[in-house]
């Protein structure tokens, strides 16, 4: 931070600097007074805040270029400080001339967000307001957006001081019990304290439960293929942005790093990973490839594990397994004698996820049972396919799926399952479950005449991919931001920091026999409290921030 | 003109601790004090110690200073206060018979023979050269090389009781010239702060049988660490505690307009920590109920202190509200309730020693620099006195660190902060509470006592506190108890200390949340026929048991 610590005029092109354009808008900032840049311009005197058409000029007085300018005296402007706001011609080279024009009169080029640190230090924003900018020009998604927004109007920051305030109370009524009882008497001391503890408790538990590990991954929401090498990762990709990406063969180890693209559905940006095949390698190369794919899977909100189950065994799929995988999809459905080869994935005990075959030359999925599974969907008989007329598939399979309210009411779940025996037979017992697709017809146009290939074991019907898993994708991230998640990392650590403490606070408080050792967690929570408020940043925090910005804002 | 090397004007507590200090240094000293009261004497609330403040009596005790001594030979109540609460915020206090204590000041101050005390009038102050010239009403004039002042509430003081207006600083006593008048070159604040009394009551006209009484507590230590534990010096007396009621408040709320502090007769600026009972009125409008403390003002004294009732009101007023009070109902008023707005001096312009910074030479302390209490003026009295006497002398200052004292934090406080009511110590003012207690005041004082360079009896005592402090921490750290031993085993058992299933140290039993440290030790230490001073055991558990803590601040 200490590159900003010099005051001196500063000027930049806001709009970038990237190519021509019709209207460039330049910033300046930080000069002592409009008559120390008065030379520049035509108009004299302009009347604060107003649009001035104005010729600017040359140090020699020739005219550089016609301009709308705008004035804007400290401390009512963007920084406090005072500020004018120049737009111009866009064209690059014009631009380039007049920052030099200001550059050789005692301005210099702003740093990546040194406006804003200049609105910062003047206490124009507060922190939280500046982490919502960053959010709102960095966010690839909605609701990180509208977060942005929020803080920009400093909604959440209200939170943040309410749970201060609370804080604060608390800290003053336990004070009041050291110092002051007898003058409030003992029981009524107690009672405020106990009332002040309730509060903050509820105030700090009400953050947390908008903190969670995953809404960080929500701000740019990654979703990644992973597999072994050669189970068909990179062909899904492509199908998943309906274009060839990828370098798709049969041989293994093609994708040796990852590949990304971005993928729009609704009003939300995601971005598509293709990672490396994971496998036991002694490539140093590859095994760096892998490296970063466990780097992408990590950071990826949406999870799909490919399979080849001609190639590959449970045990060569243990790198895989350390993540919560959200989908599984076998590839090669269409090959002889897939049904038995996937039996030996039975084990495979992810409790949230579903099961899927695909093949590459129908481009269709079937939803196939594996593992273990519900005792309801035992008895349900046949399963009514899920496809709708219009579009994806609902991912709910809740209505026969998942177990029931009748189940719970009559206790436990396990005796049902012994009850009906062990999982594997489901398979050979009930035999294939007949979709009744031709009620329907398979949604894909593609290969409709010859009808998809169907494997034994599948649940119901045949899934057009592409907007299935799109839906998949959209409900989890939906879900993941209905509770509206606090996005900025600093607030999450913060958070996660001052409820830990509270936690252990309420461990020690036996009923306030030791005023001294309470009132010492006490200082612990302000001390992290001030830091989700702003009240203090160490250096590295607000480098950590102003490091995100781009020049300009 | 006398010469002298130091000379203290006003002798209450501040000028009381730093003549006594600045003359343990051998210098020839001067106490200018007024001739209508006596040294040290009480003219608010009948008490010593407290929350924070007993820690304070205690440090300045440790130090060499005088307070906790004369508390101890005038206290007729003793009391622990937040004894529920944990070792770390509890705090002595007693009751003091004021004549006694005042007579009992005297007393130490006379046996000095390089103490001057003169009572009369100050009229005027110059500087001159590096001496200071002090003119006064009868005495003639003095001349002094260090000049402390403590002057407290004198300084253009006024006092009201309803609409009667006198200038003063206390009753009873003739007012002082302005701060400004006797020393153009200092800066006072340009808003004056308010302090107020209650009235007096006959004891002869309570009925106590109506109030819950407050024993004196056996258990609560002296202040002098060299005093027996607990061994009073004069006979014990209760307390009693009563509470207002609807029609007490009510007379107040409809008399709002006889108030001074609310009709804008008065506008100095009251501590908000010691409201007077019109302020608790109006600030609280939904509460009628407020503790009143009925506090004996001696043993042989007629007076009673109605800790709870300051005011400024009427004397009618004040007549009809105590009178509503339960026990109180047949009370009789000796001295009316009275509040005082006085003159304060800038505190920034003083360094940590309280001198003056542009008047070298000139130190300030006590209630002028814009504090409350006895024992926070008699802390600053001990500082500035001290600091005096080894500026004259050419030796190194005494600052006492924040982090180590209550006076520290006070000092620092008072130099650093620009305050708009008088200042009070309170213990949520350290950021080291669970270090700077009561029972380690000893070892917290004993490097800054060493600064002195003086070789007195308490010094001695110090330095073997030390010793039997280091001897005591070596052994709890090497005593053990196996698991393997059933001896060791079923001693735990049968002391109810917890399981043994491990090895463990005397210090980490001491440690364990659910036992008394204090009690184990002193247990621990006297089965094993192990001799150690009472004050070192306590110190020794209760550092031992706040240590984690300690130094997790630290960390942070």
């Known amino acids: 931070m200490l590159e900003y610590a010099d005051k001196s005029p500063i000027i930049t092109c806001s709009t970038g600097n990237s190519g021509n354009t019709a209207i460039a808008v330049l910033r300046l900032s930080g000069f002592s007074d409009f008559g120390s840049i008065g030379p520049f311009f035509s108009v004299k005197n302009p009347k604060p805040r107003y649009n001035h058409f104005s010729k600017l000029l040359a140090a020699d007085g020739s005219i550089l270029d016609e301009i709308i300018f705008s004035f804007y005296p400290a401390p009512h402007s963007y920084t406090g400080e005072n500020v004018l706001e120049l737009s111009v011609h866009g064209n690059v080279l014009n631009v380039q001339r007049i920052l030099k024009l200001f550059c050789d009169h005692g301005f210099r080029e702003a740093l990546p967000g040194e406006f804003t640190f200049r609105a910062l230090q003047n206490n124009k924003m507060s922190l939280s307001q500046v982490e919502g900018l960053d959010l709102l020009l960095n966010s690839s998604s909605a609701i990180a957006f509208s977060q942005g927004l929020e ?388 250096d590295s925090v607000l480098n950590s921030i102003f490091s995100n910005f781009c020049i300009g804002k | ?150 002057t407290g509430t004198f300084l253009n003081g006024k006092l009201h009781t309803g609409e009667e207006q006198v200038a003063g600083g206390r009753v009873g006593c003739e007012k002082s010239v302005a701060l400004s008048e006797l020393l153009s070159m200092v800066k006072v604040l340009p808003k004056r702060f308010k302090t107020g009394t209650p009235p007096r009551l006959n004891i002869a006209t309570i009925d106590f049988t109506k109030m819950e009484e407050q024993a004196s507590d056996p258990a609560a230590r002296n202040f002098h660490l060299m005093n027996t534990y607990s061994n009073r010096e004069v006979r014990q007396i209760s307390c009693y505690l009563t509470k207002t009621n609807s029609d007490t408040l009510g007379v107040i709320r409809q008399n709002k307009e006889r108030s001074p502090i609310f009709n804008g007769q008065i506008a100095g600026v009251g501590p908000r920590y010691c409201p007077s009972i019109e302020d608790k009125a109006f600030r609280y409008q939904e509460k009628d109920v407020h503790h009143v403390f009925v506090e004996p003002e001696g043993l042989e004294s007629n007076s009673v202190y109605p800790n709870g009732c300051s005011t400024s009101l009427p004397k009618d007023v004040q007549e009809t509200f105590i009178r509503s009070i339960e026990g109180l109902e047949n009370a009789e008023i000796l001295v009316h309730g009275y509040a005082v707005e006085y003159d304060v001096v800038d505190t920034s312009e003083l360094s940590l020693t309280f001198e003056y910074k542009n008047v070298p030479g000139l130190y300030f302390a006590g209630q002028v620099n814009g504090t409350s209490g006895y024992e926070e003026a008699a802390g600053q009295g001990f500082i500035a006195g001290s600091n005096a006497a080894l500026s004259f002398l050419g030796k190194e200052p005494l600052v006492l660190d924040r982090r180590e004292s209550y006076i520290g934090v006070m000092v620092e406080d008072l130099v650093s902060n620009l305050r708009d009511e008088p200042y009070r110590l309170f213990t949520a003012r350290s950021e080291n509470r669970l270090y700077i207690r009561e029972d380690n005041t000893a070892l917290r004082m004993l490097p800054y006592r060493r600064q002195f360079g003086l070789n007195s009896d308490l010094d001695l005592f110090l330095e073997d506190f030390l010793e039997q402090y280091d001897l005591l921490s070596q052994i709890i750290e090497e005593r053990y108890f196996y698991k393997t031993s059933d001896e060791d085993r079923n001693y735990f058992i049968e002391r109810g200390y917890g399981p043994l299933e491990s090895n463990i140290t005397l210090k980490e039993l001491i440690k364990r949340p659910d036992l008394d440290p204090v009690k184990v030790l002193e247990f621990e230490t006297t089965t094993k026929g192990l001799r150690f001073n009472f004050d070192v055991i306590r110190t020794v558990a209760i550092g031992s048991k706040y240590e984690g803590y300690i130094n997790l601040k630290e960390r942070e």
């Open chain 1, 151 to 538: 803080l920009l109007h400093g909604e959440l920051h209200k939170n943040y001081l309410s749970l201060y305030d609370a804080l604060i109370k608390l800290k003053a009524h336990l004070e009041l019990l050291i110092d002051f009882s007898e003058d409030i008497g003992e029981e009524d001391g107690k009672k405020l304290f106990i009332d002040a503890l309730n509060r903050f408790k509820k105030e700090i538990s009400e953050l947390h439960s908008r903190v969670n590990t995953s809404s960080g991954s929500l701000l740019n929401p990654k979703v990644v293929l992973l597999g072994e090498t050669n189970a068909g990762k990179s062909t899904f990709f492509n199908l998943l942005l309906n274009y060839n990406r990828s370098i798709v063969s049969n041989i293994a180890g093609t994708t040796r790093d990852y590949v990304s693209e971005p993928l729009q559905i609704g009003d939300t940006l995601f971005t598509l990973f293709d990672t490396a095949g994971i496998r036991s390698t002694s490539d140093q190369i590859e095994e760096e490839g892998i490296q970063r794919a466990f780097k992408i899977i990590d950071q990826s909100f949406f999870r799909i594990l490919m399979i080849n189950p001609f190639e590959t065994t449970i045990e060569n799929l243990q790198r895989s397994l350390q993540f919560n995988i959200d989908i599984v999809i076998f590839s090669h459905a269409d090959l002889p004698n897939f049904s038995n080869e996937i039996l030996k994935f039975r084990d495979l005990n992810f409790t949230t996820t579903k099961y899927f075959s695909y093949t590459n030359k129908t481009k269709i999925m079937y939803e196939i049972l594996l593992g273990p599974i519900e005792p309801s969907a035992l008895n349900s008989g046949p399963i009514e396919p899920v496809i709708s007329k219009n579009g994806p598939i609902e991912p709910e399979i809740s209505k026969n799926g998942p177990i029931g309210p009748e189940i719970s009411k009559n206790g436990p779940i396990e005796p049902e399952i012994y009850k009906t025996g062990p999982i594997e037979p489901e398979i050979y017992k009930t035999g294939p479950i007949e979709p009744v697709n031709s009620k329907n017809g398979p949604i894909e146009p593609v290969n409709s005449k010859t009808g998809p290939i169907e494997p034994v074991n599948s649940k119901r019907g045949p899934i057009e991919p592409v907007s299935f898993i799109h839906g998949l994708m959209l409900d989890k991230f939906n879900k993941l931001s209905a509770n509206n998640p606090i996005f900025i990392a600093r607030h999450q650590a913060s958070i996660n920091k001052i409820y830990g403490v509270f936690t252990d606070l309420e461990c020690n408080f036996n009923n306030l026999d030791d005023a001294g050792i309470l009132s010492s967690d006490i200082s612990r929570l302000e001390a992290s409290t001030k830091e989700l408020v702003g009240y203090i940043t160490p």
């Open chain 2, 1 to 150: 003109m006398e010469n002298f090397d130091i000379a203290i004007i006003g002798g209450g507590h501040a000028g009381t601790e730093a003549t006594w200090i600045a003359s343990q240094f051998g210098l020839k000293v001067l106490l200018l004090t007024s001739p209508d009261s006596g040294i040290a004497s009480a003219p608010c609330n009948p008490a010593i110690g407290g929350v924070g403040k007993g820690q304070v009596v205690r440090e300045l005790d440790a130090l060499g200073g005088l307070m906790g001594r004369l508390a101890d030979m005038s206290g007729i109540q003793f009391r622990i206060l937040n004894e529920s609460k944990g070792y770390a915020v509890q705090s002595t206090r007693a009751q003091i018979d004021k004549d006694l204590y005042s007579i009992n000041a005297e007393e130490v101050l006379s046996k000095v023979t390089n103490l001057n005390i003169v009572r009369d009038m100050v009229l005027g102050i110059e500087k001159e050269n590096d001496s200071f010239v002090i003119k006064t009403k009868k005495s003639g004039v003095f001349q002094s090389k260090k000049l402390i002042v403590t």
